[in-house]
């Protein structure tokens, strides 16, 4: 265990805070991950992650700061990465998970806010994550209203840019996109004290790239009957995703696929035949919100697909990276980006297209469309995504959460009866 | 289902010390993982890994660490750490 309580303390954390947060993340790792047979060996690298995820990273950032170089925070999928790296500067999840930082956040925020933006806020506010303390600048975006009046508070605390997210899709809408991107450039470039030039920008598009291939490798490896590995565990990989040096991240995803490509040409399954698949569609689940993914997973079924942030909206679709002027890089990022299927789009058709792909392609059993509590787009598009599904012939339950554990017995009692029922 | 099944934690002064016996050990046949070490036994050191030893891998593990002058910090016994339906996350 190594000491890093200076660090912390450095940071400007509440270490009496912190410390009660320690003390549950072991038991919920221990539940959650540790209680699997015949994990991927690879795994060890995301065991160690999450065994020091307030320790080994936040050190690497630190160091990185010493160096000059900036981190920037990020909420969402649509912020490019590519625009910071082009830079010099360095991306860092910053999405809460974690009950632990709700009260926090309801200390300034109405309750009746979903507890994605709650924990965030809490996280910063009760000084409690370093990650939120170690970001130069938070870069938000307009992707809820919730988040939108939270990012007025957290701006009052911290560096703070906001990108506009186009709420359509239409030619206009992606030129738009791509002017906010160019813009959010200059910001970049300003703050960084680097200038972008088309050679840099090329290189981290294609450090980008190179990442979701390497995920989208691992995701392929899930479309097989014999299921090499669980959902939880990957959830764990997509999670740590967002805060991990974005070259080592392929590495060690490409390291996890190689081993996973070999278990299928061997047979090696985590699950019994006749396991029932399910792919789980919704809003995000931050680290360390592994609820949904255990109870399911411990009802007799197994989870085959994330369509969502932290699943297949992060890495599907590359960057064109033919690009040569800063304006067709933007562009092509543009186009990237805005092929993304949030909700918060209208009208959101591609999301439905894409969930009735992807049922096919992970040879699903059934679809279990979760959204957090208050979050109204999610909760809204349920309608259209459970009709289409039903449509299709394609068994769907609708849920809605929270990161409370309070509903964890009558979640166990709808999955189960899912689960029974995808049995016939 | 409750495990109540004694496990033994590996502590350690930093990573870089676990990660090494945790390579020690799997090159040497030693089924061995790496796990936050629980709160309970974390004394004086601040939050981090551990390597988890299941109790038919405790001796031969010694063994290994003695012939290997591996470092660690303590070896510590606990019971009923996992449970996959305790459903308390955080």
């Not at chain 1, 960057?319 to 209208?346: H, I, P, W």
Request: aromatic share 8%; hydrophobic share 40%.
């Amino acid at each position: 265990m190594s000491d890093y309580v200076k660090m912390w303390k450095d940071l400007g954390m509440d270490l009496e805070s912190h410390d009660l947060l320690c003390q549950v993340l072991p038991t919920a790792v221990g539940d959650v991950f540790l209680t699997q047979e015949n994990r991927p060996k690879a795994m060890d690298f995301w065991d160690l992650v999450i065994s020091e995820v307030h320790g080994i990273r936040p050190a690497e950032l630190i160091e990185e700061q010493k160096k000059g170089r900036k981190v920037f925070g990020t909420f969402c999928v649509y912020v490019p990465d590519e625009v910071v790296l082009a830079a010099g500067g360095i991306v860092t999840g910053l999405c809460g998970g974690s009950q632990f930082w709700v009260p926090g956040g309801e200390a300034v925020l109405p309750k009746s806010t979903c507890p994605l933006i709650k924990a965030s806020v809490g996280a910063r506010l009760g000084r409690t994550c370093p990650f939120f303390r170690i970001a130069d600048m938070y870069v938000g975006e307009t992707t809820c209203d919730g988040k939108k009046k939270a990012y007025e508070i957290l701006g009052e605390d911290v560096p703070m840019y906001i990108m506009d997210v186009p709420q359509m899709k239409r030619e206009k809408d992606i030129l738009k996109w791509k002017d906010e991107i160019a813009a959010f450039a200059e910001k970049v470039e300003e703050f960084t004290g680097n200038k972008i030039t088309p050679e840099k920008l090329n290189e981290a598009i294609h450090i980008a790239n190179e990442k979701r291939k390497a995920l989208q490798r691992v995701y392929d490896c899930r479309k097989s009957k014999c299921l090499p590995i669980s959902g939880r565990d990957v959830l764990l990989m997509m999670q740590i995703s967002f805060f991990d040096d974005p070259v080592r991240c392929a590495k060690m995803c490409n390291r996890l696929a190689d081993e996973l490509e070999q278990r299928i040409r061997d047979g090696v399954s985590v699950v019994s035949a006749g396991t029932k698949r399910i792919l789980v569609t919704g809003t995000p689940l931050a680290v360390p919100n592994w609820k949904l993914h255990n109870i399911i997973e411990t009802s007799g079924a197994a989870v085959v697909c994330e369509e969502m942030c932290t699943g297949t909206r992060y890495f599907e679709n590359l960057v064109d990276e033919s690009g040569t002027t800063l304006d067709e890089q933007f562009m092509a990022l543009s186009r990237r980006y805005m092929k993304t299927n949030c909700a918060c789009f209208t009208p959101n058709t591609g999301r439905i297209d894409d969930l009735l792909r992807m049922a096919k392609e992970y040879q699903v059993d059934g679809v279990i469309d979760c959204s957090l509590k208050f979050c109204c787009l999610y909760d809204t598009e349920k309608y259209s995504v459970s009709r289409a599904l039903k449509e299709a012939g394609i068994p769907v339950l609708s849920l809605e959460t929270d990161y409370t554990d309070a509903d964890t017995e009558q979640l166990r009692t709808r999955i189960g009866a899912f689960v029974e029922m995808l049995h016939g | 289902m409750a495990d109540r099944r004694v496990r033994y934690y590996v502590l350690f002064v930093n990573y870089e010390q676990g990660m090494a016996l945790h390579e020690l050990l799997t090159a040497h046949g030693i089924e061995n993982r790496i796990a936050p070490a629980p709160r309970a036994i974390q004394g004086k050191l601040s939050c981090g890994m551990s390597v988890l030893l299941e109790p038919e891998w405790l001796e031969r593990a010694k063994a290994c660490i003695g012939e290997h002058h591996a470092e660690y910090y303590d070896i510590v016994p606990l019971a009923d750490q996992l449970r996959a339906h305790r459903d308390r996350y955080c």
